[in-house]
Each structure stands twice: as C-alpha cells, then as structure tokens.
C-alpha cells in the first residue's frame, strides 16, 4: 500500500467517525427540543392564586355632604413588597367613587411612580392632573391629600408618612393651601368615622 492510499483510508475512516458521532451521539444533544412551557396566557394554580388573593383596605371618599371624608372598605388586590401594596391601594384610592360618595382625586389622575424610604416614608408621584384638575379650595385640597396619606397609613403600619409629587417633582401644594414640601403622616380630622362604610 502507498503511503497515499493510507492516508486516504485513514481520512475516510475519520470521516466515518465524525459522521456516525453526529447521527448517533452529538445530534441528538444539538437538536433536543427546549423544555416544554405553557402556552402564553396560561398560568400556574400558584401564579392564579396570588393574582386573585385580596385583602381589605379602608379607603377615603367625600361624603354625599361634601363635608366630610368617610372610610369605606374595599378589597384590594394583594401584593408584596409593602411598596407594591401600596401601590395596590393608591391606585384604588384614585379610581372612580360608588355614588353617593365622591372621589377626592381629580379624573384622569394616574400614579406615575411609587417609592419608599428606609425610614418608612413614601414618596407617590402623580400626574399633573391631580393639580391642574383640581377644583380648589382649602377644605377639597385636605380631603385631597388626606384620602391619598391616610389610605396608605391606616392600611399599612410600616409607612409612616407620605410625600406628594407631581411629575418627578416636589410642589409647595396642589391648589395653594396644604404644604406638601415634605411628608405627611396620617391625619382623621376630617374623617367622619361614624358612617357605614
């Protein structure tokens, strides 16, 4: 044999090789199918169980007066951290009113952005409407305020006070009478506790 021939042989017999690892050894590990996932918008008995747990949280309307707030209870859905939570509850507070209370928040108020301090103070960042939409006046401007402070403290112990920002920003007040340059503890003044809620 030519030393041509074997190294010709000794080609075919790697070739042989390689083409028998791939079909027998290598293929199946390159071409196993990825694990099996549920189909988009199936979710699992947990995930189902935490998206449909609740919890109770006392908010605040205006009475049918307009001279008072009145806690009302509502279910929530339930969320954690405690900043979620109260994010939860915040977007609650500022959702429509059942008739015969009114809300505090003026319509198309959004909460923009959510965050909490280590000393237990939460910053709430509104949309401009919640200033530009308010109808003004002392007292509409406190029953504004303290639905927003006092929905988060009555429900949530670990907050201790609530500053107000609209846009990104720190503002002297929404309607020139409550001082919103810094946080606001809970304050029931104005909270008619007597009512049914």
């Known amino acids: 044999m030519t030393r041509n021939a074997i190294l010709r042989g000794a080609g075919l017999l790697v ?14 590990r390159w071409f ?6 549920p189909p988009t918008g199936e979710t699992s008995p947990a995930q189902t ?9 006392t908010l605040f309307f205006i009475s ?4 008072s707030l009145v ?7 339930f969320a954690e951290p405690v900043v979620e939570q109260a994010r939860r ?3 609650a507070q500022i959702a429509p009113a059942a008739p015969p209370l009114a809300s505090a928040i003026p319509a198309e108020t959004k ?23 308010h109808t003004g006046g002392s007292l509409d401007e406190l029953f504004t305020v303290y639905a927003i402070v006092n929905a988060v403290t009555v429900n949530l112990p670990a907050i201790l006070r609530v500053q107000i920002l609209i ?3 720190e503002v002297d007040t929404l309607a020139g009478h409550v001082d919103l340059r810094n946080p606001l503890s809970k304050n029931m003044t104005w909270v008619k506790s007597d009512n049914p809620s």
């Open 71 to 77: 806690p009302v209870q509502q279910e929530v859905t």
């Open 167 to 169: 846009d990104g920003k």
């Open 32 to 37: 196993r199918s990825a694990p099996s996932t």
């Open 64 to 67: 049918e007066d307009g001279m």
């Open 111 to 133: 909460l923009r952005a959510i965050f909490l301090s280590e000393r237990g103070d939460l910053f709430v960042d509104f949309t401009p409407e919640l200033t530009t939409g």
């Open 15 to 28: 070739a042989a090789i390689a083409v028998w690892w791939l079909l027998f050894v290598g293929g199946p």
């Open 89 to 91: 509850i915040i977007e």
């Open 49 to 57: 169980d935490e998206a449909q747990r609740k919890i109770t949280a």
